[in-house]
């Protein structure tokens, strides 16, 4: 219908004397460009979209060993997971960038493969239970809170 306004504004004005009816012609075809317009921005917003989710999936990747500052820390190759709330990492990513100079694969959800999960305030409940599940079929998880996690960072030298 809005292709049909724009296509016909012209014939539908000239055919109608009436002013106010002649005003909501013109309004609706303004508008239909103006949805156009944004129909086609929202095209090229999902690719910024898109580009973006691909380029943060490319920096969660682990680095390759002649990547990583130093392979001698706890972090080198294990798998390491952060739930909840970290106080004095509130940007999960900016701390997760540094485990993985120091060869951390840093995932967002418990498996078998877990080695760290590093607990802020108000772990997930469901991380927490998956933890649990995995520890009773012999699984060794270690599970840090925060206090626990900077004095590994401590240790490590790592800042």
Do not use: C
């Amino acid at each position: 219908m809005i292709s049909y306004l724009e296509r016909n504004k012209e014939i539908l004005i000239d055919n109608n004397e009436n002013a106010l009816f002649q005003y909501a012609i013109l309004d609706l075809t303004h508008l239909a460009g103006e949805i156009s317009k944004d129909i086609n921005g929202l095209k090229g917003f999902k690719y910024v979209l898109y580009e973006q989710n691909r380029l943060k999936a490319e920096t969660k990747k682990p680095l390759s060993d002649e990547d990583i500052l130093r392979k001698d820390t706890i972090f080198y190759k294990k798998k390491v997971v952060f739930t909840g709330i970290l106080e004095k990492f509130p940007d999960r990513d900016k701390i997760a960038s540094v485990l993985r100079q120091y060869g951390a694969d840093v995932n967002g959800s418990i498996s078998k493969k877990t080695d760290i999960v590093i607990k802020g305030a108000g772990a997930g409940p469901s991380k927490m239970k998956k933890i649990a599940e995995l520890k009773e079929q012999g699984v060794d998880i270690k599970v840090w809170n925060e206090a626990e996690f900077l004095h590994v960072l401590k240790e490590e030298g790592i800042k």
